[in-house]
């Protein structure tokens, strides 16, 4: 059974941090793009960014929405089969529903319809 575990959620205040993880099982990692997604009340589900999988190419593929480029890395690392979201500078508007996502692919797409399995979420709150 494949399943993408987020966590690493909470309430911050503007300007602060968090780091959220996605810790996969049951599939093989490295043949997957992952994908965090996120889902504001009221709002539809959009790409917030995504990377390749580890295909051992030197040449990475990431993607940034616009809205959090500059304050989001995303980064993955094999041996713990987990992709991490590094949320820096967080703002009110990035409050949201936060999933990751797996799709079985070289390059991650920025649409959800792409992506084959998904994670439960984790919720970011940021308020002051």
């Known amino acids: 059974e494949v399943q993408l575990q987020a966590s690493g959620g909470g309430l911050v205040q503007p300007g602060e941090s968090l780091t959220l993880s996605c810790t996969a099982s049951?599939?093989?990692?490295?043949?997957?793009?992952i994908g965090w997604f996120r889902q504001a009340p009221g709002k539809e589900r959009e790409g917030v960014a995504g990377i390749n999988r580890d295909d051992g190419s030197k040449y990475g593929s990431t993607f940034y929405a616009d809205s959090v480029k500059g304050r989001f890395t995303i980064s993955r690392d094999s041996a713990k089969t987990t992709v991490f979201l590094q949320m820096n500078n967080l703002e009110p508007e990035d409050s949201a529903i936060y999933y990751c996502a797996a799709h079985r692919a070289a390059i991650p797409r920025t649409h959800s319809s792409f992506y084959d399995y998904w994670g439960q979420g984790t919720l970011v709150t940021v308020s002051s």
């Open positions: 049951g599939l093989t990692f490295d043949e997957y793009a």
